[in-house]
């Protein structure tokens, strides 16, 4: 906001001063700017024959994947359950590793400050800045391809989530609760069995069910690098280009993934 | 007062923590049922323990591999394949906010009416129930490979996430202030522009900021399908067993994440 | 009974919040420590248990000194002193039982209490404060379920479970409405005098103060300005606590109050007494 007198000596009013007007409409130009660049680069290495045969191609595929086939369906009940396996199995191992991850992250529970909590934010700023799916190509490697490598990936990749949140609801606490406990002559351990457990568990029900939702959906695509579930099959079909039975198993992933989201949607609200 | 004169003195009165789940046969039905099907679950893993402690040696020696990184020798890949993720990244975010702000009010109950508001909230399901990696198989299927079919799944997957949340904190705004605003006779426009613009941006700048956090670590993997990126590069690595270079790619990736992570802190503590 | 022998207290950003303060506490007796926000109230009562560690002096309860000692021997000696908050802290969702029984923490080894185990003792002593407090009806209840006065008591059961020689008060009745706080301070200051207990009372409200305790210290900027009977708390004293103001009123207000109070706190008196006696 700013307020000046113009030659007349009438007030004038604007929203801002000229000098922060001028830096936001540098700001919007530096933006726009490194936009057009990027739009440059991948302008580039697009060859636009293709994008203009873009309808076509889309209308063929849409002309063989419809309508999907039906029967298809009964083929993938199994992998459905190993999909849904994958995820909670996974989730239960990243809650065992993810929550002393977080007490030891949070600032004030770490019992060092200093040399500690450091490692348990790198632990977590690794697990998070890695999609599972990478985690799944690196265990594939490693242990070898199947369910296993899957429920391990999607483990690696929820402790980041998981205790970054956690941890971010223990710095939240109220620590009158604290105080008080430790004022009864508590040890340690009771102070954070009694003063601060209490506190964050419905954070932490809350933040299981809701990474556990993003996993069923995460865990839909492991098999497309061989680490189980119903991406098997997709990559199967992609690869005989069967699109009547991708289409199927693209619907069977949709409906999943909603019930999945409304049952962790209902979890959530009970919790609060 | 007559309960506590009723007792006999000196009595012993019992005291157990009052179960969290009051009806004794759903408590121990929910219990029994998760212990079957923990059993079940865990016994659809195959784990080919042979194999995994022969993978216990690779695993270590990829270990080892984030002791000495390799940056040089696929140095010329490494640095093209970040910038193509950086550029989808950038180009992707900025189309997606753009989309999803209109898709956003039109999905907020309050101001959108029924038919848009189901429309809009069918896309945001579909974006979000779909794996960025599918999304960008059918899009390589369609614009053949290359950034942009990686651009445009990106754009896509940001509808779903920015939509969703800025149409559930426009559900969220305070009624007072809109109403104040329509009541001064203003515009539709008006009224979005004064009174639910301004209680929802703080919001918006700092999930834009996270969303463009997420689209880089999502570009990651789209290069495992052919849209463009890092992620080709990755995946070769995997598959030649070149674990150094691997790391010196995930290295990069967390140092950028978490640069990326500093600085929106900075920028969303400067907004508020 | 409690000693404090030049009690300093600098915060790291460089407040000095108590200055060399000096305090002698017979067995028994309760104190009422008044004075404005930031005088350091908190900080003092909290030194004495080193829920803040002050920065030099001692504290010493029963001739032991408390600033020395290791954390092991603290949580022996915090034991031995109950605290009671402002805004109650209980462990909103825990029981109004587990809070009290937190009370007995310091006794119990962590799987017993981890596991709600409690040993017989202590459960029987939470029922007798629990109905001692007239809160029996709400045992399983959730803490914050409760209203303002009905969690201050589950607070005073708290501290009184640990069978405590000190009680530590911190503003008791801030967050409670005129009737509730003097209700609550009677309540403290009657188990006092029932378990001759020693108390310090943080308060902000002098008119409440002068009613129920028989000591007041006036503290202002970390330092002590008024040691004595809260029948000398005239204007001019109240002033060099506080700062200049019509204080006259407030003193006027409370010798009505008195009266009134005098005669319902000994109806009030004679029910607790009743019900103490049938339970």
Known sequence: ????????????????????????????????????YCWQQINVATTWAFVWDAPRIAGDLVSRAVPPRWSYINELWLPIWDTLNIATLGTLLALFMAVPVAFLAANNTTPSKLLIRPI?????VSSRSINSLIWALLLVAIIGPGMFAGTIAIALRSIGFVAKLLY???????????????????????????????QIMPAFAGITVFRWDINIRESTVLGLVGAGGIGLQMQANLNVLAWNQVSTILFVILIAVIISEWVSAKVRGAII | MSVATSKPLGAARRWKKPPFIKRPLLRWGLILGALIYLVLATASIEVNWLRVYEGLDRGWRFVLAFSQPDFISRWTDIREGMIESLVMTVASTVVGIAISVPIGLGAARNIAPLPVYLICRGIITVSRALHEIIVAILMVAIFGFGPLAGFITLSFATIGFLAKLLAEDIEDTDKSQAEAIKSTGGSWLQWINYGIQPQVMPRLIGLSMYRLDINFRESAILGLVGAGGIGATLNTAFDRYEFDTAAAIIITIIVIVMAAEYSSGVIRARMQ | ML???????????????????DMAIPKGQVVALIGPSGAGKSTLIRCVNRLVEPTSGQVILNDRELTKLNSNALRVARRRMGMIFQEYALVERLTVMENVLAGQLG???????FLRKFPQSSIDEAFRLLDRVGLEEMIDKRADELSGGQRQRVGIARALIQDPELLLVDEP????????SRQIMRLICELCEERNLAAIINIHDVALAQMFVQRVIGLRLGEIVYDGPPTGLQPDVLTEIYGEEDWQATIEKVDEEDEEEAAAAAVAVAVVVEEGVGS
């Open chain 3, 173 to 180: 009745t801030a967050s409670l409405d005129p009737k509730t």
């Open chain 1, 168 to 198: 971010e609801a223990i710095e939240e606490i109220d620590e009158n609760q604290v105080e008080a406990i430790t004022a009864t002559g508590a040890s340690r351990l009771q102070v954070l069995v009694y003063g601060i457990v209490p």
């Open chain 1, 1 to 36: 906001m700013a307020v000046t007198t113009n030659n007349y000596g009438t007030k004038v009013w604007a929203r801002r001063t000229s000098a922060k007007q001028n830096a936001i409409w540098l700001g919007w130009f530096s933006g726009t700017a490194l936009f057009v």
């Open chain 3, 3 to 21: 000693q404090i022998k030049q009690l300093l207290k600098r915060y790291p950003t460089g407040d000095l919040a108590l200055q060399r303060v």
């Open chain 3, 107 to 113: 006794y119990v080894g962590f799987w017993r209490s």
């Open chain 1, 120 to 124: 348990a934010l790198l632990i977590i």
